[in-house]
């Protein structure tokens, strides 16, 4: 699978990404878990990987984990085998193999390939067959589940994406991303794609027929054209950085190249598991690759890139000017007797002027640490936030606290919200607590708030003063800010990436 699949949900193969300490333990309850199987095309001649996406209902560790792949039909010069040295897989010959690990295995509702990744090698004999592959997935307490998957040998060509760019803009400004792709084999390669993985201050300004769009972004653009052997084409795509970038900073976007077939499988398999596909078709005309002499098409055999490696091509746009973020605390005052059960919303505001995308870093704009007031114990703990049981994160030693999550897009005149339901066990008269955002830590926390004076906000429960907590602004969209487990792990795959954080992509209201 190409490393896109699902990139802005998966950022490597990898666990955690700071402060991991702070994750969620298991859960007792056995855990409801998925696995998705994508198709895999093998070039003739050449290798790839089959890996399983595999998610649940909640945050969970299984121990035992356990992947059997087997292949059946018609796929005589077919074989499975270990990807590598490093690899967890034993072979049990050529149309089997066992993929387990010794250690636990965490996975999330966002999804994880963990150790269970198999190679796939396909003789020249073999170009044309097709099969099938199955899989059983088992672990400890959990049931066995299959699924099978259709296994194509392809004929195998090679894209090379552009050089990787640098140039400026200023917010608000139009700019230009040139994309380039070349043929890097002396066969012809019919028709290509190009999927995009941009920041969110990447706006595009016209739309094509055909490519896809979502929430102002380009998201993939396919091409029906032969692309001629050791040829170069490009495509210019226009876009503006939007009015509320981050800036000074840099922003980036990568531009994936994919053969028709590696992009159909791509597809299909976001089709078949529910997830969102890269958008909506344009309206505008069609966006064409430079043109070059054709060339006679050479057949109609699928084709499969066997070394995606080099099909990225990156674009990185360097902000001038200065337009930061100003991140405010909305604390809360709440009043009740002995033995009540009181709802305690708190939360942040982005007052802009930028909107702040850590996306790239993997890390939530926001971390807020709450201190809750004396008198009273956590009933219910929102999504996106956990008990602060380490140092590395704490403010006050001594006190009862939790750290909570945004999400990594934090859109400027928006504002988060995290309702605690805490019990008053004693009515201690102006019992204060507090919200502190992005508190110096051993942690990854935005440092650079424009105006910090409004950083911290009380929590009062039977204030002498009843006044409200301020202002509200536009909440954004789900208010769970939950991103991984206790929202500080990020899990990795390499079978997933843009496409498929579509369907799980933030919304915000305005």
């Known amino acids: 699978m190409h490393r896109s699949l699902g990139r802005r949900v998966f950022v490597g193969a990898v666990g955690a990404v700071a402060a991991a300490a702070l994750a969620t ?14 198709d895999v095309t093998v070039a003739a001649g050449g290798n790839n990987q089959i890996a399983p996406l595999l998610s649940s209902d909640k945050e969970t560790t299984v121990t035992g984990a356990t992947a059997v792949y087997e292949l059946s039909g018609g796929l005589d010069g077919v074989s499975l085998d270990a990807p590598d040295e490093f690899s967890q897989c034993t072979s049990d010959g050529p149309a089997k193999i066992t993929c387990s690990t010794p250690w636990e295995t965490w996975i999330s509702p966002a999804g994880v390939v963990g ?26 307490g959990v049931a066995p589940i299959t699924r099978t998957a259709e296994v194509t040998v392809a004929e195998g060509v090679d894209l090379v994406a552009g050089a990787p760019k640098e140039i400026s803009g200023r917010p608000g400004k139009s700019f230009e991303a040139t994309v380039q792709v070349r043929n890097n084999t002396d066969t012809v390669v019919r028709g290509a794609a190009v999927i995009f993985d941009t920041d969110y201050p990447f706006q595009s300004t016209k739309q094509f027929a055909n490519c896809f769009y979502a929430q102002s972004q380009a998201n993939a653009c396919t091409f029906d054209q032969d692309l001629e052997p050791g040829a170069t084409y490009q495509a210019v ?35 078949d598991n529910g997830y969102e596909g890269p958008g909506t078709a344009g309206t505008g005309g069609k966006l064409e690759l430079r043109k070059l002499p054709a060339v006679a098409s050479l057949g109609n055999q699928k084709q499969t890139d066997t070394n995606p490696d080099n099909n990225w091509q990156s674009l990185t746009v360097n902000t001038s000017g200065k337009q930061g973020t100003d991140f405010a605390a909305i604390g809360a005052k709440v009043s009740g007797g002995a033995g009540d059960a009181v709802k305690v919303p708190v939360g942040v505001r982005n007052n802009g002027p930028a909107t702040l995308d850590r996306s790239r870093s993997g890390s939530p704009a926001v971390v807020a640490v709450v201190t809750i007031p004396a008198g009273t114990t956590v009933a219910t703990v929102p999504d996106g936030c956990v008990k602060a049981e380490d140092d590395s994160v704490r403010t006050k030693p001594d006190a009862l606290q939790y750290a909570c999550f945004s999400n990594r897009l934090f859109p400027a005149k928006t504002q988060m919200i995290w309702e605690f339901g805490l019990k008053i066990t004693k009515v201690v008269p102006n019992a204060a607590g507090a919200i502190e955002v992005n508190p110096a830590c051993e942690c990854d926390v935005f440092d650079r708030d424009i105006n910090k004076s409004n950083d911290v906000a009380k929590i009062v429960v039977n204030p002498a003063d009843t006044g409200g907590s301020g202002g509200s602004l536009p909440i954004t969209g789900p208010q769970t800010g939950l991103i991984g487990a206790g929202g500080l792990l990020l899990v990795a795959a390499g079978v997933a990436g843009f496409i498929v954080a579509r369907r799980r992509r933030t919304r915000f209201e305005a």
Request: aromatic content about 12%; overall charge negative.
């Open 25 to 38: 333990p298991a859960y007792a309850a056995a855990p409801t878990i998925d696995v998705a199987l994508p």
């Open 115 to 140: 150790d269970f990744v198999a190679g796939i090698t396909a003789t020249k004999a073999a170009l044309g067959k097709s099969g099938t592959v199955k899989l059983t997935f088992s672990a400890d």
């Open 237 to 271: 795509l226009p876009y503006k950085l939007r009015a509320d970038t981050y800036a000074p900073g840099a922003v980036a976007g990568e531009f994936e190249w994919l053969t028709t077939g590696d992009y159909t499988d791509l597809i299909k398999f976001l089709d």
